[in-house]
């Protein structure tokens, strides 16, 4: 199973978080992800975000921009954000990505690893 959530660590992070829960309500989560991901080397740089590009990139899909604008203030979509904060608080959790196999850290980064974390577990499920 895996549990994609958030982890708005950089500036501008929780605005993008936002726009996409709000892009959510819309039945555009998807389309609007893809195209935040696809621009992020214009609008993202780690000195200088820009997070307001996002809405321009975003005129060119069937996105209501005014109606996600006002539903980024939704309290459930801040009670999202402050969820994701708290969990990676509680996981103490500072970079992405991060990975947990039945709740263990990865304790080094590398697909080999995650490999054999897997294999352990699964050893260990079937004793």
């Not at 549990?3 to 708005?8: L, S, T």
């Not at 829960?21 to 992020?40: F, G, H, I, P, R």
Request: glycine residues 4%; hydrophobic residues 40%; charged residues 25%.
């Amino acid at each position: 199973m895996t549990r994609g959530g958030y982890a708005p660590f950089h500036e501008g992070s929780e605005e993008v978080v936002k726009i996409l829960e709000a892009s959510k309500l819309q039945d555009k989560y998807w389309s609007t992800l893809e195209t935040v991901l696809q621009m992020q080397p214009q609008w993202a740089s780690h000195d200088n975000p820009q997070v307001n590009l996002i809405w321009d990139y975003l005129k060119a899909s069937d996105l209501d921009i005014d109606k996600a604008r006002k539903d980024m203030n939704n309290p459930t979509i801040e009670a999202i954000v402050e969820q994701d904060k708290a969990d990676l608080r509680a996981l103490q959790i500072t970079q992405t990505p991060t990975f947990f196999v039945n709740g263990k850290p990865l304790p080094k980064f590398g697909l080999e690893q995650l490999k054999a974390l897997v294999e352990q577990e699964v050893k260990a499920a079937y004793k």
